[in-house]
């Protein structure tokens, strides 16, 4: 049973997930539109609308808690660029948009993740 276990393994450990979704959310804010699987969009993207509503905040303490979960060049963006843009939106700055193509190699779903 899978009791109080929430998110996706994505094939991964815990240490290498961690950083593997670190790394997408980086992606993701960096390029503000990503071409990536179902599963990965929808387990990166409350965490990123979370992370868009720190940085609405516009104060110090929540520019260093971006700086401790992203890195420093994703930070800067999101509390300088992305997240003044948001300023009167209450939530849902993100957009999974399913598309018809399959990955060959193992036939997962591919889903475009961007901000609204």
Do not use: C, W
Not at 10 to 19: A, M, W
Not at 97 to 105: E, G, I, L, Q, Y
Not at 107 to 116: C, D, L, N, Y
């Amino acid at each position: 049973m899978r009791h109080l276990k929430k998110g996706r393994k994505l094939g991964l450990k815990r240490g290498p997930r961690k950083s593997f979704v670190k790394i997408l959310m980086h992606n993701l804010i960096m390029e503000s539109r990503i071409e990536t699987t179902e599963a990965r969009a929808k387990e990166i993207k409350p965490k990123v609308e979370k992370l868009v509503t720190i940085a609405k905040k516009n104060d110090l303490p929540a520019l260093r808690l971006l700086l401790k979960r992203i890195p420093k060049d994703a930070a800067y963006k999101l509390y300088h660029e992305i997240a003044p843009q948001y300023k009167e939106r209450k939530g849902g700055y993100l957009r999974v948009t399913k598309t018809t193509k399959a990955r060959k190699r193992d036939a997962a779903k591919i889903a475009v993740i961007e901000f609204v």
